[in-house]
């Protein structure tokens, strides 16, 4: 039954990979078309929300249908467990590119405000963390997901400075540039979220590898 068991998480590990590759190439798209200005490439994101959808529930199903058939314990039921955590972050992560995509498509046809300079930062930062979160969590590499978590502040200091810069030296100043302002804060918004889901999978990867609970303890990355 062990042989059976370990042959169909890795079956699971497999498709998790899977969804986190969908993913990562969803946040890309959305802020590249932001980048590039690119209506279609933005819908592409939107319309791809679905099939992400499905596969998240089927994910949830083998992870229901493992524990419930074999009844794992320890490292094993941790791993289950946690796959069901990141499979729910990542389709999280999706939805935000997907919010992403719909304020491009609002953004598409009026003139630029500003230079894009530190949106594609935050872009970057967030970008590396979901792709070192996942890749933390196909090696095990627990020392890898402590970085991922310790990148958070990063993120949060970058995502802070473009709204400020965009409430006090821009809407502040002229409200009518409220339309085209907005939007770029709410991207930074949901890029910064992203990184918080990126920080989530992280501390789960060192939950799964080592019982230890990070998650509102940050002396325990120590």
Request: charged residues 35%.
């Amino acid at each position: 039954m062990k042989i059976h068991l370990d042959e169909e998480l890795k079956e699971l590990h497999k498709d998790i990979l899977k969804m986190g590759v969908m993913v990562q190439e969803e946040i890309y798209k959305s802020v590249d078309s932001l980048r590039e200005r690119d209506r279609q490439k933005a819908e592409e994101v939107v319309n791809a929300d679905k099939r992400i959808d499905e596969l998240e529930l089927v994910i949830d199903e083998k992870c229901i249908d493992l524990i419930a058939r074999y009844q794992p314990m320890a490292g094993d039921l941790r791993f289950i467990t946690t796959g069901m955590k990141i499979n729910a972050e990542l389709e999280r992560i999706a939805d935000i590119a997907v919010d992403i995509s719909q304020r491009v498509l609002e953004l598409v046809d009026k003139p630029l405000l500003k230079p894009l300079v530190d949106i594609p930062k935050l872009s970057a930062i967030a970008q590396k963390m979901v792709g070192d979160a996942i890749e933390a969590f196909v090696s095990k590499d627990v020392e890898l997901a402590k970085k991922v978590v310790l990148s958070d502040s990063q993120a949060d200091k970058l995502r802070n400075f473009v709204q400020d810069e965009l409430l006090n030296d821009y809407i502040a100043k002229d409200a009518k540039t409220a339309d085209r302002a907005v939007p770029l804060l709410l991207i930074s918004r949901y890029l910064e979220r992203i990184c918080d889901h990126a920080t989530n999978i992280a501390e789960d990867v060192v939950y799964m590898v080592e019982a230890k609970v990070v998650r509102h303890h940050p002396e325990q990355l120590k």
